[in-house]
């Protein structure tokens, strides 16, 4: 399979795909994130983005390597989507979680 990529030169497209899908993943995490944990998924997020990093340091392989390098910068991108999403939640865009204190 791995012979099959790269004969063909699909990494850079299974790269795209695969960072198309983390990105998306990443939108529903914010949400649920925000809803059960508020703003404090934050450190969360940074402890995956730092992971990712690291691991996209360690690992040889181009393609495991850019998938964890995008999951990095997904999380880190994520801590100020956290923020964002406690305003839209405050504007009533999405629910706010009435058992959590605030």
């Not at 939108?27 to 983005?49: A, N, T």
């Not at 992971?51 to 994520?78: C, D, P, Q, Y």
Request: hydrophobic share 55%.
């Amino acid at each position: 399979m791995i012979d099959f990529i790269e004969n063909y030169n699909l990494t850079g497209l299974l790269i795209g795909a695969a960072t198309f899908l983390v990105i998306g993943l990443f939108h529903p995490l914010v949400i649920k994130g925000e809803y059960y944990l508020g703003v404090r998924c934050w450190l969360i997020f940074l402890l995956m983005g730092a992971a990712g990093a690291i691991g996209a340091l360690a690992v040889e392989n181009i393609f495991w390597s850019s998938m964890l390098g995008v999951v990095a910068f997904s999380s880190f991108w994520s801590i100020l989507e956290v923020f964002e999403q406690r305003k839209r939640v405050e504007k009533g865009w999405f629910p706010s979680n009435p058992k959590r204190k605030k």
